[in-house]
Each structure stands twice: as structure tokens, then as C-alpha cells.
């Protein structure tokens, strides 16, 4: 009974995700290769990473990696079309054009500048040394994610009258947004570099998660009392999501 007793009130730490990462040549072409054993995968999967322009093999926990990388070699053709067809690396150096929530801004580097990154006009001032322009820049994007973000939701919220948890930015590859199970929202911070339709849905779409567990008929009406044009900005981010994993 003690024995039962103990295992009924202490909770199995969630097994840990594995990671592999390697190199495969593919026709001729060195593609950078993460494996990763998840616990709750139930089939392998592939994708490409716009990020790091490798790919992304997710295995069940128990299927070798031998059987991802035989899934890789299969889907070689495949794989090496879609990095070919990756939007070129924008690179946050001065000069560089940040397409802030719809507005076209040029990177200004001014190391005699006062603060960190400020906004003038259509321009986008950086101060301090050149090589901490990127990070410098990359930090200024992620608070101005987070106001702009927050600040949505806090309305959409209000307007469902629903309570609304804390709100985080962070840099996901899979999902542009979330929301837990106690109400806190996570997002994105490149979202911040797409229009503001885009971001506006994104941010409804979670939102409504408040209300709506599930992606049920009723999850899809409380979403459209909250968001325009949520069919239109979902074939933007089908169109040119991966562009915004190529900033930085």
C-alpha cells in the first residue's frame, strides 16, 4: 500500500528529447542533419530547417536512427528541392531592410549613437560596436514583438472575457504561436516582421484558445469574431513563413 500510495502522489518526469546532429551528402551536397528521438512522437517525420538550411528528421522514441536516416535518403530529391527553394539569408547588418509589422525599415549603424536601437522615421538607428549590431537589433525586435503581441491579445481577450496569462516571445521553428494550459501565450518573435493581418490572426488564433481547447467549428467562429482575414494571412505565412526564419 505504501508503495502504491507513493506512486499515485509523485508525477514520471516526461522522458527528455534526444538530439543528434550530423552531416549527410545528399546528390552530392553536405545537408546538415538533426535527428531527435521525441517521447511523444507516434511516426517519423521530416522537415527542412530555414533556419540552420539543413533538415529535421523526428523519430518515436524507440525507432533507431538509422531508420530517419534511410527515410532521409529516400526522400533525398525532395529534401534537396525544398533548401533550393529556401529565400536567401537576410542578413541584420547595416543597410539591411527589416520589414517591421508591414513597414520597410533600413538598418542604420551609428556607433556614436546614444542607447541601443532606436526608431527615425523609416530608419532603424544602432549604436555601440558593429559586431553587436545583430544581436543589439535581434533583442530590440524581440521587445517590440512582445508590446505588439501583448498588447493584441490583452484586447482579444478582454473581448471574449476571458483571463489571459503572461505572454512570451521566442525563437520556434514549428509553430508560430501557443497557449497553455493555464492560459499563458507564447509566440513566435519573427512574426513581428510580417504584416499586421498576419499578426493579428496569429494572435486571435491563440487567443481563442482560451476559450476553445480544440480546433472545433466553434473554435473557427470564435477565431473569425476576433480576426478578419484569417484565410488570407494563413496563405501568407504558407507563402512566405520560411522568409522570416531567414532574418539574422
Known amino acids: 500500500m505504501a508503495g502504491l500510495s507513493f506512486f499515485r502522489a ?9 538530439e543528434e546532429r550530423t552531416v549527410v551528402e545528399l546528390d552530392g551536397r553536405e545537408v546538415p542533419l538533426c535527428i531527435r528521438h521525441h517521447p511523444r512522437a507516434r511516426r517519423m517525420t521530416l522537415r527542412i530547417d530555414p533556419v540552420g538550411g539543413g533538415a529535421v528528421v523526428t523519430l518515436p522514441a524507440s525507432t533507431p536512427a538509422d531508420e530517419g536516416m534511410a527515410m532521409v535518403r529516400r526522400k533525398a530529391g525532395w529534401l534537396i528541392g525544398r533548401l533550393e527553394a529556401l529565400p536567401p539569408r537576410s542578413v541584420l547588418a547595416d543597410g539591411a531592410i527589416v520589414p517591421l509589422l508591414g513597414a520597410e525599415l533600413t538598418v542604420r549603424h551609428r556607433s556614436e549613437a546614444r542607447g541601443v536601437v532606436r526608431r527615425e522615421g523609416n530608419a532603424l538607428i544602432v549604436a555601440g560596436r558593429p559586431e553587436h549590431l545583430a544581436r543589439r537589433l535581434t533583442d530590440w525586435l524581440k521587445a517590440e514583438a512582445r508590446r505588439e ?38 509566440f513566435c518573435w519573427r512574426l513581428v516582421l510580417a504584416p499586421p493581418f498576419v499578426v493579428d ?11 476553445v481547447r480544440d480546433h472545433s467549428p466553434r473554435f ?29
Open 149 to 186: 503581441f501583448a498588447a493584441r491579445a490583452r484586447v482579444k481577450a478582454e473581448a471574449l472575457g476571458c483571463p489571459m496569462g503572461r505572454v512570451t516571445v521566442r525563437d520556434t521553428r514549428t509553430r508560430w504561436g501557443s497557449c497553455s494550459a493555464n492560459g499563458n501565450l507564447s
Open 201 to 211: 490572426y496569429v494572435v486571435a488564433h491563440e487567443v481563442a484558445h482560451l476559450a
Open 10 to 18: 509523485g508525477r514520471r518526469k516526461p522522458r527528455p528529447i534526444r
Open 220 to 248: 473557427w467562429k470564435t477565431v473569425a469574431t476576433l480576426t478578419g482575414e484569417a484565410e488570407r494571412a494563413r496563405a501568407w505565412l504558407n507563402s512566405h513563413g520560411e522568409a522570416l526564419h531567414r532574418f539574422g
